[in-house]
Nanobody, 123 residues
Framework: QVQLAESGGGLVQAGGSLRLSCAAS????????MAWFRQGPGKEREFVAA????????YYADSVKGRFTISRDNAKNTVYLQMNSLKPEDTAVYYC????????????????WGQGTQVTVSS
């Protein structure tokens, strides 16, 4: 059974930075794309970023493009999300997930999810 554990969330002022980590255990990490999603207060879950396994190609939501960077370390079974120039609207619980096929921005195309880590950006 694959387990995903996010860490690195916290409270930060607008304009600040945070780096989220997602460690995978108990199953296969290699061979699968990984992604970050988020769910803000009163909002639906939304795609943030994804990274493929072999080439490391990345995909981003328009709202975070140029500010967030997703990366992965296959040797450590870990995926990262570097978040810069944070805005209050980035406040959300951030989840990492393992892709199972199909479009990267669709949440139902992911089989395994972490418990989430809270990111709060104050104005």
């Amino acid at each position: 059974q694959v387990q995903l554990a996010e860490s690195g969330g916290g409270l930060v002022q607008a304009g600040g930075s945070l780096r989220l980590s997602c460690a995978a255990s108990g199953g296969t990490f290699s061979g699968y794309a990984m992604a970050w999603f988020r769910q803000g207060p009163g909002k639906e879950r939304e795609f943030v970023a994804a990274v493929t396994w072999r080439s490391g190609r990345t995909y981003y939501a328009d709202s975070v493009k140029g500010r967030f960077t997703i990366s992965r370390d296959n040797a450590k079974n870990t995926v990262y999300l570097q978040m810069n120039s944070l805005k209050p609207e980035d406040t959300a619980v951030y989840y990492c997930a393992r892709h199972s096929g199909g479009a990267y921005y669709v949440g139902t195309n992911y089989t395994y999810w972490g418990q989430g880590t809270q990111v709060t950006v104050s104005s």
